[in-house]
């Protein structure tokens, strides 16, 4: 089984502050991870992948997250934050193997607020 | 340009009505999706489907139903809507690893 843990439902920065939105993991086996964007009223994008290559993995919009395994943590951060970065953020996991490895489960999600 | 759509955007429609939710995908992808969201919560995985004529149920029970017919689309049915199904219903597809949402259809059921 596999689960995802988002510390904090919401989060409020200023602009131009550093962007951190937490996401812990639990996997059996070796995950993929990744950081979905969903502004309001519509579906989800993704913002950025881990598939076992590089731990630090760079995004759009200027996110990055690295991948620890050791702490099973998958953290989104963004170095100064703009106000269009406000919106709902997901994390998600799946298995690198196996039958079930393509369905996603996904964290209940970070609210992130950006005040000017 | 590639992409995945669905139709109606919004949805309000009385109690025991029929209703198709529409996704389709230009993709070419084998393996899509369906998922339910209610405001400001987590995606549930309601059906999803690996190939032509192979569907399966989710994560979390539902009255609805799908079909795979075609490679390219994968509509939800409702036979009767009920106030308990308003929420909003995302398509996917997966490519490669990731999975690729579209815009959503949100249904109110009054």
């Known amino acids: 089984a596999q689960s995802v843990t988002q510390l904090g439902s919401h989060v409020s920065v200023s602009e131009g502050a550093l962007v951190l939105l937490r996401c812990n993991y639990s996997s059996s086996v070796p995950p993929y991870l990744f950081w979905y964007v969903q502004y309001p009223n519509q579906g989800l994008q993704l913002l950025l992948k881990y598939t076992s290559a590089a731990t630090l993995v760079k995004g759009i919009n200027g996110f990055e997250a690295e991948f620890k395994k050791s702490e099973t943590s998958f953290h989104l951060t963004k170095p100064s934050a703009h106000m269009s970065d406000a919106a709902e953020y997901f994390c998600a996991v799946s298995r690198n193997s196996g039958g079930s490895n393509y369905k996603l489960t996904f964290g209940k999600g970070t609210l992130l607020t950006v005040n000017p | 340009e590639a992409d995945i759509y669905q139709t109606p955007r919004y949805l309000v429609i009385g109690t025991g009505k029929k209703i198709t939710l529409e996704c389709s995908q230009t993709?070419?992808?084998?393996?899509m999706y369906w998922y339910q969201q209610d405001p400001g919560m987590e995606l549930h995985l309601i059906h999803y489907s690996y190939g032509v004529n192979s569907t399966e149920k989710g994560d979390l029970s539902s009255e609805s139903t799908v079909s795979r017919i075609r490679t390219e689309h994968f509509p939800l049915t409702l036979e009767s809507a009920r106030p308990s199904h308003t929420s909003q219903y995302l398509c996917?597809?997966?490519?490669?690893?990731?999975?690729?949402f579209g815009p959503g259809t949100r249904l109110t059921v009054l």
């Open positions: 996917a597809s997966r490519g490669y690893h990731e999975q690729f």
């Open positions: 993709m070419g992808h084998d393996k």
